[in-house]
């Protein structure tokens, strides 16, 4: 069944969607997007994807072309007009068709290229691999340096995944310096005893809004919140290992490298935390 998809004001079936092939986001990769989840019908964190969203274009120098009530009505529309209860909305904003190609900015007056669709993924929440764990690899972090950046550049971390895949795992951690970054799409995280330990903020990692929620919960659930850099070693000698993002939402971690970390099987603040940040998510959901 054909998915109904929003392109530049219209809603259509996704047969008649176009894009320029001068589009800046076809040819420079630039743009940028947010990936917010649905549960019950419903948009989970869509407070923090649209201030992310408007970081990101600021960045860019791109004008947002939306109020955040505008977003808003078309994400429900969308969601709405696909019948989503569980899955995500992709939204992409890319700088537009300037009329050709050239490597310096097109007029501020260009107009963006703005596209949204949904993606159906029955049993989001209640995902096996949550009670099983992920397994990861590590990879080297040969990516930009502005990462707390959401653009579409995502190439390296689909090289990355690809790897994770030939080895047989379900995902790679990036590591520059010695240190652990994040994962391909999703920030990084061990836990020793009762402290949560994550990389801190900065341009070298997405500033995540799911990463943002679940320290929030763990603060108020009384857990200690470490935010500094760890290596591979570290982690694999950990009590427990996770990832957080907006369509994984707390994924446990029980392998890297090959290695077991803490006994090999998923954690119990991993899975609390998981718990936390869906019922959580669930009760403030738009």
Same mark, same amino acid.
């Given at each position: 069944?054909?998915?109904?998809?929003?392109? @530049?004001?219209?809603?259509?079936?996704?047969?008649?969607?176009?894009?320029?092939?001068?589009?800046?986001?076809? $040819?420079?990769?630039?743009?940028?997007?947010?990936?917010?989840?649905? $549960?019950?019908?419903?948009?989970?964190?869509?407070?923090?994807?649209?201030?992310?969203?408007?970081?990101?274009?600021?960045?860019?120098?791109?004008? @947002?072309?939306?109020?955040?009530?505008?977003?808003?009505?078309?994400?429900?529309?969308?969601?709405?007009?696909?019948?989503?209860?569980?899955?995500?909305?992709?939204?992409?904003?890319?700088?537009?068709?300037?009329?050709?190609?050239?490597?310096?900015?097109?007029?501020?007056?260009?107009?963006?290229?703005?596209?949204?669709?949904?993606?159906?993924?029955?049993?989001?929440?209640? #995902?096996?691999?949550?009670?099983?764990?992920?397994?990861?690899?590590?990879?080297?972090?040969?990516?930009?340096?502005?990462?707390?950046?959401?653009?579409?550049?995502?190439?390296?971390?689909?090289? &990355?995944?690809?790897?994770?895949?030939?080895?047989?795992?379900?995902?790679?951690?990036?590591? !520059?310096?010695?240190?652990?970054?994040?994962?391909?799409?999703? @920030?990084?995280?061990?836990?020793?005893?009762?402290?949560?330990?994550?990389?801190?903020? #900065?341009?070298?990692? $997405?500033?995540?809004?799911?990463?943002?929620?679940?320290?929030?919960?763990?603060?108020?659930?009384?857990?200690?919140?470490?935010?500094?850099?760890?290596?591979?070693?570290?982690?694999?000698?950990?009590?427990?290992?996770?990832?957080?993002?907006?369509?994984?939402?707390?994924?446990?971690?029980?392998?890297? *490298?090959? &290695?077991?970390?803490?006994?090999?099987?998923?954690?119990?603040?991993?899975?609390?935390?998981?718990?936390?940040?869906? *019922? !959580?998510?669930?009760?403030?959901?738009?």
């Amino acid at each position: 069944m054909s998915r109904t998809v929003y392109v @530049n004001g219209d809603y259509m079936p996704e047969e008649e969607a176009k894009v320029s092939v001068f589009d800046r986001g076809f $040819l420079m990769a630039d743009g940028v997007y947010e990936v917010t989840s649905v $549960l019950g019908g419903k948009l989970i964190d869509f407070d923090g994807h649209s201030k992310r969203l408007a970081r990101s274009l600021t960045e860019l120098e791109m004008t @947002n072309p939306h109020s955040d009530a505008e977003w808003l009505a078309i994400h429900r529309e969308v969601v709405a007009r696909n019948g989503i209860d569980e899955g995500m909305v992709y939204l992409q904003v890319t700088r537009g068709n300037p009329g050709d190609r050239d490597f310096a900015y097109p007029p501020a007056d260009t107009a963006p290229t703005v596209v949204l669709f949904t993606q159906a993924k029955p049993g989001l929440a209640d #995902s096996p691999a949550a009670k099983t764990g992920w397994r990861v690899i590590s990879v080297p972090d040969i990516r930009w340096h502005r990462r707390d950046i959401k653009t579409v550049q995502l190439l390296y971390p689909s090289m &990355a995944k690809m790897a994770a895949k030939k080895a047989g795992v379900d995902d790679a951690w990036l590591v !520059e310096d010695g240190f652990v970054t994040e994962g391909t799409s999703n @920030n990084a995280y061990i836990v020793k005893g009762n402290k949560i330990i994550t990389r801190a903020l #900065s341009s070298d990692i $997405l500033h995540g809004i799911t990463r943002a929620a679940v320290l929030r919960f763990a603060k108020e659930a009384q857990m200690e919140v470490e935010e500094r850099n760890f290596t591979i070693d570290e982690a694999q000698k950990a009590d427990e290992a996770f990832i957080t993002s907006a369509s994984a939402f707390v994924m446990p971690v029980v392998e890297i *490298d090959g &290695a077991a970390v803490g006994t090999g099987a998923v954690g119990r603040v991993a899975t609390r935390m998981r718990e936390i940040y869906l *019922d !959580e998510m669930r009760k403030a959901a738009v």
